[in-house]
């Protein structure tokens, strides 16, 4: 199946930093989402975005999907950012698309 | 009121137990799916579903069974529950493109 790679496994950022969150992917993908999972364990969505660039306040992410990679981007941080980013991928296989998930990043950010 | 419900939201229960988890979505989304995830560790699958007739497993079915009973609703059961299935489990929903997560089952076997 699709292999999805997230770095860096960990980062702390001094409060107002900016960071790049990366995802590389092993083949090529219908769909790719970002999502921020808080310190609740609640996860919420950031980007649907295949292809292209999004922005959204201070995050905004770009998919180059035929280098089959993603960046997501977090200016001027915030101690509410903290928490495990994850991008997941949708691959087509049968009937159904399934989602797979890369092992996330955990941000931490200190004021 | 939530798009993608789940129940419950925690749950303690003894080893060899049969439980289930139940998800509901009032999306109109086709597939759904469970997750699994470990402390530390990413959401790994464990069945999906495109419609009531249609049930897959996904890379840690092993000791899970599910039901589609309607389009809207998709049950996780473990029959005999096992120490090593403590963990935060997640319904989702997706169409076409994106996916939308319940707010979780903490379940802890002891």
């Known amino acids: 199946g699709i292999q999805v790679e997230q770095s860096p496994p960990d980062l702390i950022l001094q409060e107002g930093a900016n960071s790049t969150l990366r995802c590389n992917f092993s083949d090529s993908v219908n769909n790719l989402q970002w999502f921020h999972q808080n310190p609740w364990g609640q996860l919420i969505n950031l980007f649907y975005i295949p292809s292209g660039t999004k922005q959204n306040g201070r995050l905004s992410a770009t998919t180059v999907a035929t280098e089959r990679y993603s960046l997501l981007y977090i200016s001027s941080s915030q101690t509410t950012d903290s928490g495990v980013y994850f991008c997941a991928v949708a691959e087509r296989t049968g009937t159904a698309s399934k989602l797979t998930f890369g092992t996330g990043t955990r941000l931490q950010v200190t004021l | ?110």
Not at chain 2, 47 to 75: C, L, M, P, T, W
Request: charged fraction near 25%.
């Open chain 2, 1 to 110: 009121d939530a798009d993608v419900t789940q129940t419950p939201r925690n749950r303690i229960t003894k080893t060899g137990k049969r439980i289930m988890l139940e998800c509901s979505q009032t999306k109109g989304h086709d597939r759904m799916y469970w997750y699994r995830q470990d402390p530390g560790l990413g959401l790994r699958l464990i069945y999906y579903s495109f419609d009531v007739k249609d049930i897959n497993k996904g890379e840690i079915s092993d000791g899970y069974s599910v039901s589609r009973q309607a389009q809207a609703k998709f049950s996780l059961s473990l029959e005999s529950a096992i120490p090593n299935q403590t963990a935060l489990y997640f319904c989702a929903t997706r169409k076409n493109t994106e996916a939308f997560f319940g707010q979780g089952t903490r379940l802890t076997v002891v």
